[in-house]
Structures are given as structure tokens and as C-alpha cells.
């Protein structure tokens, strides 16, 4: 089983690491991003057979050597690394997805250019394409290691994503097809967690997948409108 390192990258609250003041006057630290999307990526590596390892599961600004090390004491296969980009700390019109490997890493690129591809059509956003940096966590960990911006925290349109769930779940979705695609593992698609009654799971399936329902919101009342759009579509379903 291959195990892979995950990074959140920084502290909630390391100085800098975060968007300028936003329209409702609040700011996003960039761990308020990084961190959850770590844990998706956990879920869906787990999901799909791997080991996790996180370096530094915590709030806290752990030093990147600890970080390092930790992925190179449990002998992981990859490490990757989850931040979101900042250009001046000034609103303005950049944007964009990047992704590094540590220069000459031939392997790492190879890793580096599967996730870059995937975090692109997951998300559309613009592509900056695949870099090569001397960062610290890239050069001090001794497997195949990446890191990933998934986009700039002074971009209105970008910083306005780092708290979105479905768009962290993006992120977290490209960073694990890459990462099954390079170890040669089919990837899984996730399961939609199903909150209804256990007696219920087996009719809640079936009726997902006919397409009677998207399954959300199984204990609300059944209004006439909602029993006839049932009906309707499935008669649809039988045709
Ligand atoms: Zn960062």
C-alpha cells in the first residue's frame, strides 16, 4: 500500500498567508484553504486504497523541517504540498492554478504534470502550467513531492473560492486522480454520503440512480409537487 505525506502548508495564523481585506471587510488565511482541502484529499486517498500520513495536522505553523521529516521517517511514496497563491498582497487581475516540482526531479515532474491537468479540469480555471522551484519541502523530502496553488488569495473572483466546499472538494479530486494516475490505481469516484434512515438506503440507492431524486434533504415532507415531479420522472426512467 503506497502511502502519501499531506502538507496544509502553513499555520491559520502565519503572518501574511492570507487575502487582503475583502468587500465585508473580513480577510481568509490561506490554512482556512489549505487545511480542509488536505483533509478532502486525506478522504479520497483513503478512499482509494492509500496510507495517509499529515505533517502537520493542526492549526499550528509546524517548521518545514518537521514537516519533512515526518514524511521521510515514515518512508512515504509522495508528498504533496496544498497552498493558494498570493502575487503582491493587492487585488488585481492574476489568477490562476500553478504547480511545482523540485528542478531536475524528473519523476516528481511527471507526478506534477498529471495533478496540474486534472486541478485545470476540475476547476477551469486559468493554467499557469508546471514550475520548477527550489522550494524547501520540495528539495528535503526524499520521495516524489509536489506543490500545488490553487489559486491567488488576492484575486476577488480566486479568494472567494478558498471557503467554497464544493471547490476545495475540486481541488482535493484533481490532486487524487493525478496521484492515482501516476501509481497506476483506477481512481474510485466518491460515493455521495447518503444521511436517510438505514431501513432506507437500499430504495434512496436505486432512486439516485434512476434519477428520481439526487437523494438530499431525505426527511423534508412530500409536497404534491414534489410526488408528481417523482412520478414524472419516473416514467421518464421506464421509456
Ligand atoms: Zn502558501
Not at 115 to 143: C, H, P, W, Y
Not at 190 to 218: F, H, Q, R, Y
Request: aromatic content about 8%.
Amino acid at each position: 500500500m503506497k502511502t502519501i505525506a499531506i502538507d496544509n502548508g502553513h499555520g491559520l495564523n502565519t503572518p501574511g498567508k492570507r487575502t487582503p481585506i475583502m468587500l465585508d471587510g473580513k480577510v481568509i488565511k490561506e490554512w482556512q484553504f489549505n487545511y480542509p482541502t488536505a483533509k478532502k484529499l486525506g478522504e479520497l486517498l483513503k478512499y482509494n486504497g492509500f496510507n495517509i500520513i499529515y505533517v502537520s495536522d493542526t492549526e499550528e505553523d509546524n517548521p518545514l523541517s518537521v514537516r519533512t521529516k515526518k514524511a521521510n521517517d515514515t518512508k512515504a511514496d509522495a508528498y504533496v504540498s496544498i497552498h493558494f497563491n498570493a502575487h503582491q498582497g493587492v487585488w488585481g487581475n492574476h489568477g490562476g492554478i500553478e504547480t511545482y516540482h523540485y528542478p531536475n526531479s524528473t519523476k516528481s515532474k511527471e507526478l506534477v504534470g498529471l495533478i496540474q491537468d486534472e486541478l485545470i479540469r476540475e476547476t477551469g480555471l486559468r493554467n499557469r502550467g508546471v514550475k520548477s522551484a527550489n522550494f524547501q519541502v520540495l528539495r528535503e523530502t526524499n520521495m516524489v513531492s509536489i506543490l500545488a496553488e490553487c489559486g491567488f488569495m488576492d484575486n476577488l473572483e480566486e479568494a472567494k473560492l478558498m471557503l467554497d466546499g464544493d471547490y476545495q472538494l475540486k481541488c482535493a479530486r484533481a490532486i487524487a486522480k493525478g496521484i492515482c494516475k501516476y501509481f497506476g490505481v483506477e481512481y474510485k469516484e466518491e460515493k455521495k454520503d447518503i444521511d436517510c434512515s438505514s431501513w432506507a438506503v437500499d430504495a434512496m440507492e436505486w432512486a439516485i440512480e434512476l434519477g428520481l431524486t439526487d437523494g438530499t434533504n431525505p426527511k423534508d415532507p412530500i409536497t404534491l409537487e414534489r410526488f408528481i415531479t417523482i412520478l414524472h420522472r419516473y416514467s421518464e426512467a421506464l421509456e
